[in-house]
């Protein structure tokens, strides 16, 4: 029995680990533990510092001027170069849009008002007249726009070209500044009717002389050029019926 007894105590003394296998792992977790509380402890510290960073750090005042012109001020405001760039691109940009819509408009402009306009007042088809007259009502004062509509109504205008199936072309042929007032304009051109009567296409061929005052406002989205048509009247120089045999004037070659 006594010898039993050894033998059982033997085998389970074997059993246990070895002291110093023991105590390296307790020395492994122990050293693995204080590797983490240390990765924690310097990131909470860095937290820690760059939330007061943030919190002593002064807000940032910009102040703008009448010409539109941004600036930062405040004695703790750091100057970035990029915010500084951006916010100069974004003052020019306000000033040349300002002063681009406030700039008085030029001849060149003037010139091609009176084109658009000319086009679409005197050139149209029966499917087209009722567009083309929108439109250059649109570019005319609120005077001269009621003016033209009492008179196309009263005309019956519409009504004319669509029962007669008119086709009218225009032809600017030449236009002139006048110096009897500002933006006046004398504008010599030539326009061909064709209409339909008793199955025979009859063509009129008008060489007139057209008189357009223009007048300035504020440049906008609808209205880039700053200008409206306040005057007009046309004046017939030349003009035949069904003219194949006509002779064109120096105006029409």
Not at 55 to 83: E, L
Not at 108 to 123: K, S
Not at 168 to 194: L, M, N
Request: no cysteine.
């Amino acid at each position: 029995m006594k010898r039993k007894n050894e033998a059982e105590n033997a085998l389970e003394i074997a059993a246990y680990t070895k002291y110093y296998e023991h105590d390296g792992m307790l020395r492994a977790y122990a050293n693995r533990a204080m590797l983490l509380a240390m990765l924690f402890g310097v990131t909470s510290i860095g937290s820690l510092g760059f939330a007061v960073y943030v919190r002593v750090q002064p807000p940032t005042v910009i102040r703008v001027d009448k010409d539109g012109d941004a600036t930062v001020v405040g004695a703790g405001a750091r100057s970035d170069p990029v915010t500084k760039l951006a916010m100069a691109l974004s003052a020019e940009a306000a000033t040349n849009s300002t002063a681009a819509a406030s700039a008085a408009p030029t001849d060149l402009e003037g010139r091609a008002v009176l084109r658009t306009f000319l086009q679409h007042y005197l050139t149209y088809t029966p499917d087209s007249a009722t567009r083309d007259l929108a439109k250059s009502l649109n570019m005319m004062t609120a005077n001269l726009r009621k003016l033209i509509m009492d008179k196309l109504r009263k005309d019956d205008t519409i009504g004319k070209i669509q029962q007669d199936h008119i086709i009218s072309d225009f032809r600017i042929r030449s236009i002139e500044r006048s110096k009897d007032a500002p933006w006046s304009y004398v504008v010599f051109g030539v326009k061909e009717i064709h209409r339909i009567k008793n199955g025979t296409e009859i063509t009129d061929r008008i060489v007139g002389q057209y008189n357009l005052r223009l007048m300035e406002e504020q440049r906008t989205e609808l209205n880039p050029s700053g200008l409206l048509v306040a005057d007009y009247s046309e004046q017939q120089m030349v003009g035949e019926r069904d003219n194949g045999l006509l002779q064109r004037s120096e105006l029409d070659k």
